[in-house]
């Protein structure tokens, strides 16, 4: 089976220990970069399609953990 097609169904987070969070790698290497939040950024996996209501709440519980 091709699964070369296949669309993600997830989505790369990249956050900081603040809270602020995005989707674009390169972006996230560059803030780490110039040390813009004080800390290396972190990533988790989300679905595609998620909220980013429910995104901020869960990267606040893996900050709190």
Known sequence: ???????????????????????????AELMDEINAFGSQHQWAEFPKDADPALIDTEIAALLAA
């Open 1 to 27: 089976m091709d699964t070369s097609n296949e669309t993600p169904k997830t989505q790369t987070i990249y956050y900081w220990r603040d809270g602020y969070w995005i989707t674009d790698k390169a972006e």
